[in-house]
Structure formats: structure tokens, C-alpha cells
């Protein structure tokens, strides 16, 4: 039966919209919690709580997707997203601001994992509709550079999830389902658990390493002008890496997107000067597409819980966000930045080393030819 169609930039919009505001929102976020009296262990606290909504509502939502449709999840995550964006405003103190940025992650768990779902199952390219993610977080920074206001900043997000929510009215279900019961996630994430231990590897590098990139940066000469041109170069160099990435091996391009990860860390470690990064920021917008487009292509083709597997590396990435600061923090107040860049790549070269332990079933080479 032919899969139904919507438009093919619908889901790249919505995609689009979603990370703009969650990044526009994400901005801030610091700034007002230090307007609220919080020490740094507790603006650490308020983005593990978030984090943690995030894990836990991409899992199970993922899941429900699988047996009762997508659409409805993610209309529904729209709402709840719109509502707690404008809740922001709302905080008075740490405590409802941290339920706030819980049901911000609730609600961005509930729509991303469920749309990837979507889009693959309605014929939709992963790199396209991560490259549109991309730029999503090109204008979330730029809106916070423009505005310089975390009020008007809250404000946004919220509109702009309620824009999502207009335009998700064209949005369809994909494949039939005949509603059979459909593996736990525990049963599913064990299917892909080398995909999954690689990229939580290095993504949990990573999260030691973008906590204190800012400083880092800092310390080899950067201005803050500097440091916001060197982010940009990374965000900018993902929206068309993400659609290259696609035409190639999936396999191929997550190896390469773990090796080449090992390869910016390691430079981080070895610069000597802020204008020396700046190959090395396209370097990581390729690796970082490579891995993200490769992961999501390999946990996508493997079954038919897509919800479910698109769910859990949405989980695996925000419990490395959660987790990397921590050890980041860590490593640098006991020895230096320089040693959690080291670090990183070796994490990152430890993900290449799990992913390579066997070759894939055959069940999975056939799905991915």
C-alpha cells in the first residue's frame, strides 16, 4: 500500500519551529536562575531536571507512538509545550521554575522522538529533517543575541510552539497498524544496544567538554564575539552536513562520526590559539552529522518501533547532557580543560571500539543496503 504523504517540508518545519523555540527558551535559562538566588550546583540541578523529564516522557511516548499512532502525541506534545514555554514566565522561584523546565521536557520528549518516527514512516529524509533541527538552533541563537531577554525569549518559544501546533494539523499518520502489542522498550533498546553504548560514549564526552567550551575558548584568546562565531560555525556547517550525511552508508557515517569526534576533541586538547578552531568547528558540524543521521537511519531500519528506538536515542543524548557536566566540572577543577578534551576523545574512540565488537546481524545489513 502506498505510504500517505504530506508535504515534505511539514515535518522539516515543524522540526524546525520545535528546536528554535527549545534553544531560544534554553538561552536563558541560566540568567534567570542566577536572578532567582541559585548557586551553580543548582542551575546544574534545574538542567538535570529537564533532562530527565526529557529521557523518560522520548521513551515512553515513543513507545505508546508505536502502538497508537503518532500524530496524536505529538499535537498533544505541542500543546503542553506551548503551555510550559509560557509558564516561564510564570517562575518566581527555583522550585516552580524547575517544574516548569520539567514539563518543557516532558513536552519536547513527547513531540521529537514521535515526529522522527513520523517522517521516516511517511517517506521523509533524516538528514533533511535534522538539517532543518540545525537551523532551528542558528535562529534560537540568534533570536537570544537580538532580544538579550529572557522574558521576551520565554514569550517566543511559546509562540513559535504554537505555530508548530497550527501547522500540525496537516500532518498524517504513516504506516498502517494492525495495533498487535509491540515490544517493551528495555526489549527494543537491547537490540541496538551497540548503537546505543557508542553514542552515549561520546555524547557523554561531549557533554563534559560543551559545559566549558565557552571558558575554554576563552582561555586560547577568543572574545565573546569570537566564541559566538565559533558556535555558529559548528550550527551552520550541520544544516547542509546533515543532508549530505544521508547519501551515504549508515554504518559508514556513524563510524566516521565517532572518529571524527575523537579527532576535534583531540585538536580542542592540542590548540594553542582560538583562530586554529575554526577548521576544526566544520570538522565537528561533519562528525556530528555523520553520527546523529547515522544513529537515527541504523535504530530506524532495524524494526517497526520506531517510536520506540527514535525514543531511546533521544533518551541516550539528553542522560549524557545530564551527566557530562558533571564529570566536565570535575575533571577540569582537578587537572585541566585541556585533559577533559583528552578525555573526550577517548570516550569517543571507546564508542568506536563498542560499535566494532561484531558486525551487524544480517537482519540489519539487509535493511540497511
Known amino acids: 500500500m502506498e505510504r500517505p504523504r504530506f508535504s515534505p517540508y511539514l515535518g522539516g518545519l515543524l522540526n524546525f519551529l520545535i528546536y528554535a523555540a527549545s534553544f531560544s527558551s534554553y538561552i536563558f535559562v541560566p540568567l534567570l536562575c542566577r536572578d532567582l ?27 505508546r507512538s508505536d502502538v497508537r499512532g503518532r500524530v496524536g502525541f505529538i499535537r498533544l506534545g505541542l500543546i503542553f509545550g506551548t503551555v510550559a514555554f509560557a509558564g516561564q514566565l510564570l517562575a518566581r522561584d527555583l522550585f516552580t521554575l524547575a517544574l516548569w523546565r520539567a514539563l518543557v521536557g516532558f513536552a519536547l520528549g513527547m513531540v521529537v522522538a514521535v515526529l522522527v518516527a513520523l517522517v521516516y514512516e511517511t517517506g521523509g529524509h533524516m538528514g533533511t529533517l535534522g538539517s532543518y533541527g540545525s537551523l532551528g538552533w542558528v535562529a534560537g541563537a540568534v533570536a537570544g543575541a537580538l532580544l ?62 560543551w559545559v566549558l567550551l565557552p571558558l575554554y575558548f576563552a582561555e586560547l584568546g577568543a572574545s565573546p564575539t569570537w566564541i559566538g562565531v565559533l558556535w555558529a560555525l559548528n550550527f551552520a556547517g550541520q544544516v547542509p552536513g546533515m543532508r549530505l550525511a544521508e547519501r551515504y552508508d549508515a554504518q559508514r557515517i556513524f563510524r566516521f562520526g565517532l572518529l571524527g569526534s575523537a579527532a576535534v576533541f583531540a585538536a580542542y586538547a592540542l590548540a594553542r590559539n582560538h583562530v586554529q578552531l575554526i577548521p576544526v568547528q566544520g570538522l565537528l558540524a561533519a562528525a556530528w552529522s555523520g553520527l546523529y543521521v547515522g544513529a537515527l537511519l541504523l535504530v530506524l531500519r532495524a524494526g517497526v518501533e520506531r517510536g520506540t528506538a527514535g525514543g531511546g536515542l533521544l533518551a541516550t543524548l539528553n542522560l549524557c547532557e545530564a551527566v557530562g557536566p558533571l564529570w566536565g566540572g570535575a575533571v577540569a577543577e582537578i587537572w585541566s580543560y585541556r585533559a577533559v578534551m583528552g578525555l573526550a576523545a577517548g570516550l569517543s574512540l571507546a564508542g568506536l571500539a563498542v560499535y566494532a565488537v561484531r558486525r551487524p546481524s544480517s537482519r540489519l545489513r539487509a535493511a540497511s543496503v
Open 37 to 63: 538566588g541559585a548557586t551553580p550546583w543548582e542551575v546544574g540541578l534545574i538542567g538535570t531536571v529537564h533532562g530527565a523529564a526529557y529521557l523518560a516522557s522520548s521513551l515512553y511516548f515513543g513507545w
Open 148 to 209: 538579550q531577554d529572557y522574558r521576551r525569549l520565554f514569550l517566543l518559544s511559546a509562540l513559535l510552539s504554537g505555530l508548530a501546533l497550527i501547522f500540525s494539523a496537516g500532518l498524517r499518520e504513516g504506516e498502517n497498524r494492525d495495533r498487535r502489542p509491540v515490544p517493551g522498550p528495555v526489549e527494543v533498546l537491547r537490540r541496538q544496544a551497540r548503537v546505543y553504548a557508542a553514542v552515549f560514549l561520546r555524547h557523554v564526552g561531549a557533554g563534559g567538554v
